[in-house]
């Protein structure tokens, strides 16, 4: 009999959302007429924009003419419209210069950031902050790079950094040397993001210590703040020692669509066995070209049409009324006497739970008593516990109906 990849037999089986889900099913058998809304959700509830929607059928119609028809995409890793676009409005336009062959056009950034770690040996150390988006550590246990889970959820061999109000969610790179980091800013689930002089912290410490930076910038197109970087190639020095993940699905609506880039520069290196240095670079592409065939035409010509103009604003508008549910969010629960974090600068909110109640605790009272979903905070790591996350991609009247059943809480 063929044996079993014994590393996915440390994982738990899927625990938060299957949780939420089970808890949400069990209270609306229980009472069929409660309206639940939920405000836990991270995908996003606004269609796509005309500008895509143009650009996608355009591209269907010349699919279906044998001149214009494409198959493949060649090598699998992006048409060069679309990495040309990237290049010049993403990086180039904040003074990065970020060369095309450096940009890989992928499904999803949750792909990425979950393949990536192919890259590397199994026996380098990998740290996260805690809490945590969940891929990053659940990828390298199937990879075999951890111990066993423990009874606070955490895998051995994993160097957690727990991210607190003590140091604004954003950890200090650790005094032990790890080999690969994962930094999330924004940040889902706490909503904080990043200063410059915290990053170069981070830049620093990979280069004094060889550590490679592998830096998920999924929601930088939430940044309003001007003095807060959208990419960690804004920092000196990122170059040689990081590698970025960026998505449409938070920018542009595309999580039912499905596109992504990552930037992996030439100056990236890690050791061999033997002691050589060797480029990253060429290995993400042969990665990719073996195992990948490339997103559709039809879909980077959506992805390409957010960077005209016209898809410039209307993206603007759409992130606006996310931002907007963040504020009505962030400030009526302030009001309340909540205290939140967050929201600012990322769609997420980071609510410390009232009267010491823990994560689930608190979800549990949302839930029977205002018939709302949140994400217990404690799902994504043991520093979320004392938290649930609240995210804007609600509608923005779920927003207000909700905030007003927080209201009448006593
Ligand atoms: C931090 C983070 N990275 C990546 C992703 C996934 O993005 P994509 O839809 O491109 O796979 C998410 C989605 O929730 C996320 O929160």
């Known amino acids: 009999m063929a044996t079993v990849n014994e590393n996915f037999l440390k994982l738990q089986a899927g625990y938060l959302f299957p949780e939420i889900g089970k808890r949400r099913r069990a209270y609306q058998q229980a009472h069929p007429e409660a309206k639940i809304i939920s405000m836990g959700i991270g995908d996003v509830t606004q269609p796509l924009i005309p500008a895509v929607i143009e650009a996608m059928h355009r591209a269907v119609d010349e699919m279906g003419r044998k001149e214009t028809f494409r198959g493949y995409d060649d090598g699998g890793i992006g048409y060069d419209f679309l990495r040309d676009a990237i290049r010049v409005n993403d990086y ?216 005209t103009p016209d898809g410039q604003q209307q993206i603007r508008s759409m992130i606006e009324l996310y931002m907007n549910n963040a504020k009505m969010i962030r400030e009526g629960l302030t009001r309340m006497g909540y205290q939140t974090y967050g929201g600012v600068n990322a769609p997420y909110i980071w609510l410390k739970t009232p009267r010491g109640l823990d994560s689930w605790g608190f979800f549990d009272l949302l839930l029977e008593k205002a018939n709302l979903i949140t994400t217990p905070g404690v799902g994504f790591g043991p520093s979320g516990e004392g938290y649930i996350r609240l995210t804007a991609f609600g509608d923005p009247g779920n927003v207000k109906e909700a905030l007003e059943r927080v209201s009448k809480l006593s």
């Not at 990719?288 to 049409?305: D, P, R």
């Open 92 to 307: 180039e336009a904040r003074g990065i210069a970020i060369e095309i062959d450096e940009i890989f056009i992928s499904d999803g950034a949750k792909s990425d950031t979950a393949n990536s770690q192919e890259l590397f040996g199994l026996d380098n150390v990998v740290a996260v902050t805690d809490p945590v988006y969940p891929v990053y550590v659940d990828s390298n246990v199937m990879a075999g790079r951890t111990g066993p889970m423990d009874s606070r959820r955490m895998y051995h061999k994993i160097v957690y950094m727990p991210a607190t109000v003590g140091n604004g969610f954003v950890p200090e790179p650790p005094k032990e040397k790890v080999d690969i980091i994962y930094l999330c800013f924004p940040n889902n689930p706490t909503g904080a993001v990043a200063t410059r002089q915290q990053l170069e912290k981070w830049v620093q410490y990979a280069h004094n210590s060889g550590a490679v930076l592998l830096f998920d910038a999924a929601y930088e197109a939430y940044i309003s703040d001007p003095a807060v970087p959208h990419s960690i190639y804004e920092i000196p020095g990122a170059k040689e020692v990081a590698l970025e993940f960026r998505s449409f699905s938070k920018t542009a609506g595309f999580t039912g669509v499905r596109c992504a880039f990552t930037v992996v520069p030439k100056e990236v290196r890690a050791k061999s066995p033997n002691g050589d240095s060797v480029a990253l670079n060429p290995l993400w592409s042969r990665r990719l070209c073996t195992k990948f065939n490339g997103v559709s035409y039809v879909t980077q010509v959506g992805a390409v049409a957010t960077y």
